[in-house]
């Protein structure tokens, strides 16, 4: 099948390390090792696409803030359609596979324009996140294209369930299916010990470690960790991340006395993540109690492929993940005595937790690799393209 991969998000280059530009590159990858020729359509990062595919990368228009960065968004999409028509004409996809972007129209008229099957993948509802998250000021505009997409698609793919619920009544009536995010296999298939991965990352070989690997945003409750650790006065907590609420978190660290127990990691190459995570005792998910949780977050994936004890937010489509515990410690969502509670039991039972994460780590390689989805997904898009052909 020829398949067109598409995002025109300003805030997901092609490559990147952030967890977006993850998941294009690697579904990308994966659908293209099972043999699909595969078009890469994008914004291009630092440095060049993967391997085994054709690709086009627009520029990126720089940073900004405010209305001058919705301005640039929009843009962006014009942009890629631009630069993207001829070449994608060539290419004569049967279907554009495109990820729901701020304002993003650029798949849904390529695919009309190369009269390609249109499916829309949705992580979230960009519109109110957006709205929520970052003071959007042409919400009508977005809520109005956001919905043009969706209810215009032949098939929408959402990462939970509960997207699914919020897409369905966002753009009722179109035909959705659920296809949770995942890890690249081949990355964790050899893990160093926790004493060589501490050594290798500087961390401390000799107490109690719990760490977070991914980007410091409002809405990943870091906030719970830091004061969790108030409560476990051994424990250390190591963050591998950067972002805009890193600031916050060192002075709430300051003010609880924890500051010399944080040890900020930085961003690091995804390469390591394997190695960070396989270095902490206990990998945490520390999301706050927002309302509507739709995400499918992949360091959650990472974390079981990891053999890591998880301890994390009883949430959405996490509690689904780890079978309502099964794979990993839940806590109350924003609370940070139950997620030292939550902390405090996988260091009292080593033995117990480690065997949780093993079997977690089997089960992880059986069903949720990257290669895994792609196979499935394969199978959504080759039926949507036969009901789109019929219909």
Known sequence: MRIAVLCSDTGIRIPDTKGASLHVQAISSALAAMGNDVMLIGVAGHGGPPGGMDAVLVQHPGWSKGIRRELRKLSTVERVVHEAREPLARFAPEVVYERLALFGTAGQRLAAATRAVHVVEVNALLAEEEAQWRGLKLTGLARRRERFVLKGAHLRVVVSDEAAAAVDAAAPDGPTAVLPNGFDGSMFESLPSRHEARKFLGLPTDRPLVGFAGSLRPWHGLEAAVDAL?????????????????????????????????????????????????????????????????????????????????????????????????????????????????????????????????????????????????????????????HAVAG
């Open 230 to 386: 108030a409560e476990l006065p051994t424990v250390f907590l190591a963050v591998a991340g950067e972002g805009e609420v890193r600031t916050g978190l060192e002075k709430r660290a300051q003010r609880l006395g924890v500051a010399e127990r944080v040890l900020w990691v930085g961003q690091l190459p995804h390469r390591l993540i394997p190695g960070f995570l396989a270095a902490v005792d206990a990998a945490l998910l520390p999301y706050p109690a927002l309302p509507g949780f739709a995400f499918s977050p992949l360091k959650l994936y990472e974390y079981l492929a990891a053999g890591t004890p998880v301890v994390a937010s009883d949430l959405g489509q996490i509690r689904t993940a780890l079978e309502g515990g099964r794979w990993g410690g839940l806590v109350r969502a924003g609370d940070p005595a139950a997620l030292a509670a939550g902390i405090r039991r996988v260091l009292d039972d080593p033995v117990q937790a480690g065997q949780i994460a093993a079997d977690a780590r089997r089960m992880a390689f059986r069903e949720h690799t990257w290669e895994r989805r792609a196979r499935t997904l394969t199978e959504l898009l080759e039926g949507s393209h036969v």
